[in-house]
């Protein structure tokens, strides 16, 4: 997809890029949705006291993968016709601030769709129907959660945007250069998206069980749930947790 953006830049040729962006798109959804339901689902079973293990992650997940394609077929399917939007018409701003309101009710209606296909055995459609609801009864929560979520990986993820900017910029007068820029930053962007995904996931799964059961999970108390953050201390508990709890006996 980054060699794509690169050789449409320079060809001035968007049609590259959104044919790279419609292909790519699938198969990472189908990724991230599917290691994302296997560590909730250990997650989950390790606040209840059970000893879940990677493995048993990884077989839940396989159960549901039909759920996880069909989900992620769908994902993928809105993310390009946000892209078109941008692209039809002749009055560009509008198409942009009405793909961008809709890529923001999109992402703040199915905040919990995840956790839904991990926890309860319900289609791609039921988990969004489940994620609308929570999200309308604990809207404050998932909403800040996000935003500090993002905003603190946001500084992490410099050197690795720095790098692929710097590839793209190259690629036009030296392909070679370009490329390897290019890899270099998606090299140190990687890790710091990996524990991005990861922190979230422990985050909106916290939230699922209040918003559900109100009971208080994993790092987080019940005011941590109710209270917008403030200086990201309760990131920093789900990163503590998931590094004592996951990491470790994973390794």
């Given at each position: 997809?980054?060699?794509?953006?690169?050789?449409?830049?320079?060809?001035?040729?968007?049609?590259?890029?959104?044919?790279?962006?419609?292909?790519?798109?699938?198969?990472?959804?189908?990724?991230?949705?599917?290691?994302?339901?296997?560590?909730?689902?250990v997650v989950s079973q390790r606040w209840k006291g059970q000893q879940a293990s990677v493995r048993d992650g990884l077989l839940l997940a396989r159960q549901r993968l039909g759920t996880i394609l069909a989900w992620s077929l769908l994902a993928a399917t809105v993310g390009v016709a946000m892209q078109l939007v941008q692209?039809?018409?002749?009055?560009?701003w509008i198409e942009r601030l009405l793909a961008l309101m809709l890529n923001l009710a999109w992402s703040v209606a199915t905040f919990f769709v995840v956790p839904a296909l991990?926890?309860?055995?319900?289609?791609?459609?039921?988990?969004?129907?489940?994620?609308?609801?929570?999200?309308r009864r604990r809207w404050p929560e998932s909403l800040t959660g996000s935003i500090a979520i993002g905003g603190a990986a946001g500084f992490a993820l410099i050197p690795g945007m720095l790098g692929c900017i710097?590839?793209?910029?190259?690629?036009?007068?030296?392909?070679v250069s370009g490329a390897i820029l290019l890899m270099m930053g998606v090299a140190m962007a990687l890790p710091v998206m990996l524990?991005?995904?990861?922190?979230?996931?422990?985050?909106?799964?916290?939230?699922?069980?209040?918003?559900?059961?109100?009971?208080?999970?994993?790092p987080f108390s019940a005011e941590d749930l109710q209270r917008p953050f403030r200086g990201g201390e309760h990131?920093?508990?789900?990163?503590?947790?998931?590094?004592?709890?996951?990491l470790r006996r994973a390794l």
């Open positions: 997809l980054a060699l794509a953006a690169a050789a449409s830049g320079r060809r001035g040729h968007e049609t590259v890029l959104l044919v790279s962006f419609a292909v790519a798109l699938y198969p990472v959804t189908v990724s991230s949705t599917f290691f994302n339901v296997a560590l909730m689902h692209r039809i018409g002749h009055f560009a991990a926890l309860e055995d319900i289609g791609p459609l039921a988990a969004v129907k489940r994620s609308s609801s929570v999200v710097a590839g793209i910029a190259a690629f036009s007068s030296d392909p524990y991005l995904s990861a922190t979230s996931a422990v985050f909106s799964l916290a939230v699922w069980e209040y918003a559900n059961h109100g009971v208080q999970s994993g990131i920093g508990r789900a990163r503590r947790w998931i590094k004592t709890r996951v």
